[in-house]
């Protein structure tokens, strides 16, 4: 099994809809999580951190279920601009800061 | 201006030679890492240094070697025994603490001719 496994996509979806991104992960002393942004041919960069309680920026909302060991995206209002891979990075609590990255989900949202 | 600088951007290298691609950060991070990422896939770790003179394999090490001689500076060697190196290699340093978060470089794209 994975450490960090997501759906690959690719979700196609029109503007101003709502999508959800799930990811799971295995190690259950797992400590930090975020979510990053890739678009095409660059380098991924922050979109947010993802805290026990939940946390939302925007039109993004970013959950945390320890029980069930996975972290959601929601986007809401889909811009055309959203388009672009998302990242799901765990750090585990083992002492090293092995940052570990899921593979990614692309979205693609349409007009 | 703090960050992280890979270069080259782009570089063309012959079957059986040896490239060492180069990372350097000025924002004062213990934490470095060199991920490798194939069209369409994510990333897969090859090397992470947490501290100076320091290193672990990551889940994809063979055909790769590092160092990391200066807290600045964590360059990855790509060596002949990489059988299929072409790809698009990411260099990322970690700020650990309150607000932990990980900065990544352009990226190299390496091609093999």
């Known amino acids: 099994r994975k450490e960090v496994e997501q759906d690959p996509g690719p979700f196609n979806v029109p503007e101003g809809a709502t999508v959800a991104f799930n990811c799971t992960y295995s190690?259950?002393?797992?400590?930090?999580f975020f979510w990053y942004r890739q678009d095409c041919r660059k380098e991924p960069k922050l979109l947010m951190s993802?805290?026990?309680s939940g946390n939302e920026d925007g039109r993004f909302t970013a959950q945390l279920n320890r029980a069930s060991q996975y972290i959601s995206l929601l986007i809401r209002d889909s811009k055309l601009s959203d388009s672009a891979t998302y990242l799901c990075?765990?750090?585990?609590?083992?002492?090293?800061?092995?940052?570990?990255f899921g593979a990614g989900t692309r979205l693609f949202v349409k007009a | 201006d703090g960050g992280i600088t890979q270069s080259p951007k782009y570089l063309f290298r012959k079957e059986g030679q040896n490239v060492t691609l180069s990372c350097e950060q000025n924002?004062?991070?213990?934490?470095m890492y060199w991920y490798r990422q194939d069209p369409g896939q994510g990333l897969r770790l090859i090397y992470y240094?947490?501290?100076?003179?320091?290193?672990q394999k990551g889940d994809i090490a063979e055909g790769y070697s590092v160092s990391r001689e200066k807290k600045e500076s964590f360059p990855l060697t790509v060596t002949s025994a990489q059988k299929n190196p072409t790809a698009f290699y990411l260099c990322?340093?970690?700020?650990?603490?309150?607000?932990?978060?990980?900065?990544f470089g352009q990226g190299t794209r390496l091609t093999v001719v």
């Open positions: 990075v765990v750090i585990p609590n083992t002492g090293g800061f092995k940052t570990i």
């Open positions: 190690n259950s002393a797992s400590q930090s």
């Open positions: 990322a340093s970690l700020r650990q603490g309150r607000n932990t978060e990980a900065f």
């Open positions: 993802v805290y026990s």
């Open positions: 240094s947490q501290i100076v003179n320091d290193f």
């Open positions: 924002l004062n991070h213990d934490a």
